[in-house]
């Protein structure tokens, strides 16, 4: 019997990843060695091309590695999503127009075979945790970019996922829409207690969210520093103002210059 | 009700531009009748008479408008095979003949689309039949339907089918290809995000078709189908002609054409474009529920 409580969670040893395109073979991920421990909201920032949405990609099984292993949850990602260990929200919110808010919570629970009973009970408790009750028929079009990607991540978490995977969710938002988001994200997690994967562009995000920041840097794709917080799990948004946050933002800023001095 | 004043703005204008050409058309029938008969015809003469014959190069809007009324109302409430005497439709009403086509049509038409979405699934689901099929699909379309439409019914007349099914099976054969078109679209409209987004739920094939590429592609679905139902009436009605069929709008245009009856001809035209419009915006009408129901009102 393993030991699930210190074993990490996903866990990446020498990863390497290169796709071959028309222009020949690109590098996208080299020599990615990470581990995540359970509960742990780690971010991985860095520049486009920097290989962080393709890693968080290997971890849900959409891409394949060229070389090295990657472990979730103590199994192969394939077996990993097949057992559905994972939600993960996309850069858009992607919800079908033509199912109402509900409607699209439902979707993962329909497919997973849930009772209809079920489904409702948990469409009403997710749509609660990301603060989209009375919203339930509502169409798509009819809410805002930010209540769309509100729901989206309710969608992610109606069924019982440790691991939450998120792409830039917040990529497309403005800076105020994003702040309340982003404190509302940390609510969620401390009452789901979630292991989340956050990728990101956005260092002040970064900071604000993780307990460990990943800095990568492109051509090829690697890992430059990785940032383990000082900062309580407890945090008002005011904490941005800190000298701990400056100075770990600094850090990140550094991290990703350096990066860049390689080229 | 803001889009009726440029319809009607069109149609007044079609039909000055017909009654316009009704006088050349005309004249010259008009004028070796007068010139028989040792008269000089006036202007206005020539015109009433260009507008009144009975078989007229080209029929005036009025009297395809009577012939219309006649071979429909007053056929079947007064006429002597009508409805309202012998509780069958008459056989010189084009409420019968449209109806003999109209049967056709709906079956060829629910066959053919049918065919397409099945055709449509299996492309978009299996490699093989999205390599060969589509160049089939499209080779099928490239051959005039007028050389193949009797070589289909000589065919099936052969092995003792005949009537109905012939005609709907050309029906089909023009139907079922917009379909395929509309909907392999339709099918592959989904984005790569939303099929990865199945992906993390380890979705089945079956959970994807039924809950992300049908839905996807209704708006393709309801598209193609109105292409399709008038496909299908032109196959029904080219199915008419070559067999000498005695009932059926075909039927109507290719007897007109061996008596001069242009009137006659002309009136079965418009009968068939006035079903083809109400078939069309009948789909319309089944679109625009469906699709407000769904929440994709257009």
């Known amino acids: 019997m393993r030991d699930t409580a210190s074993a990490p969670v996903i866990s990446a040893k020498g990863l390497n990843l290169t796709f071959q395109t028309n222009d020949g073979p690109v590098h996208a991920l080299k020599d990615v060695t990470l581990d995540i421990g359970r509960g742990e909201f780690v971010s991985f920032i860095g520049p486009s091309g920097c290989g962080k949405t393709t890693f968080l990609r290997v971890i849900a099984d959409l891409e394949h590695p060229t070389s090295g292993t990657i472990s979730v949850n103590g199994m192969s990602p394939e077996a990993a999503r097949r057992a559905r260990a994972y939600g993960y929200v996309f850069q858009a919110a992607g919800l079908y127009p033509w199912r109402t808010i509900a409607g699209n919570v439902k979707l993962p629970l329909e497919i997973m075979g849930y009772s209809k009973a079920e489904q409702d009970a948990r469409v009403e408790k997710v749509l609660e945790l990301v603060e989209l009750s009375g919203f339930e028929r509502k169409f798509p079009w009819q809410l805002s970019g930010g209540m769309q990607q509100r729901a989206s991540i309710a969608r992610a978490l109606a069924f019982d996922a440790d691991i939450l995977l998120m792409d830039e969710p917040f990529g497309a938002l403005d800076e105020i829409v994003r702040d309340r988001l982003n404190e509302q994200l940390l609510e969620l997690w401390a009452r789901t207690e979630k292991t989340i994967g956050f990728v990101t562009h956005s260092i002040p995000e970064a900071v604000y969210l993780s307990t460990k920041i990943v800095v990568m840097s492109p051509r090829p794709g690697r890992i430059t520093d990785i940032i383990d917080s000082p900062l309580p799990r407890a945090r008002p948004l005011d904490i941005r103002d800190s000298p701990e946050f400056i100075e770990i933002a600094h850090r990140v800023r550094e991290g990703l210059r350096a990066g860049h001095l390689d080229d | ?298």
């Open chain 2, 1 to 298: 009700m803001r889009n009726l004043l440029p319809v009607l703005s069109v149609v007044a204008a079609l039909l000055a531009l017909w009654y316009a050409a009704v006088v050349p058309m005309n004249a010259q029938w008009a004028q070796d009748q007068a010139r028989r008969a040792g008269q000089e015809l006036s202007f206005a003469a020539l015109v009433t008479d260009t507008m009144n014959q009975q078989r007229p190069r080209l029929p005036a809007p009025h009297q395809v408008a009577q012939e219309l009324w006649n071979s429909t109302v007053v056929e079947e409430m007064t006429g002597r095979r009508g409805f309202m005497n012998t509780g069958t439709l008459s056989n010189r009403s084009l409420i019968y003949h449209g109806w003999v086509t109209l049967s056709a049509t709906l079956l060829g038409f629910a066959i053919g689309s049918g065919l397409g979405i099945a055709l449509a699934v299996g492309i978009v689901h299996n490699r093989a039949m999205d390599a060969s099929v589509m160049p089939w699909a499209i080779a099928s379309q490239t051959i005039p339907i007028l050389a193949i439409a009797p070589m289909i019914i000589v065919v099936l007349n052969a092995v003792g089918i005949t009537g109905l099914v012939p005609k709907a099976i050309i029906s089909t054969y023009l139907s079922f290809f917009p379909v395929v078109v509309g909907m392999v679209k339709g099918l592959r409209a989904p984005d790569q995000m939303q099929l990865d987004l199945m992906k993390t739920y380890s979705a089945s094939g079956r959970q994807v078709f039924a809950k992300l590429r049908w839905p996807s592609a209704m708006p393709y679905l309801f598209a193609s189908l109105k292409v399709a139902i008038a496909a299908a009436l032109v196959g029904a009605i080219v199915a008419e002609l070559p067999t000498g069929a005695v009932a059926g709008l075909g039927a109507r245009l290719l007897s007109g054409s061996y008596y001069g009856q242009t009137v006659q001809i002309w009136s079965a035209l418009f009968a068939a474009a006035i079903l083809a419009a109400s078939m069309v915006a009948l789909i319309g009408l089944i679109q625009r529920v469906t699709l407000r129901r769904m929440g994709m009102a257009t």
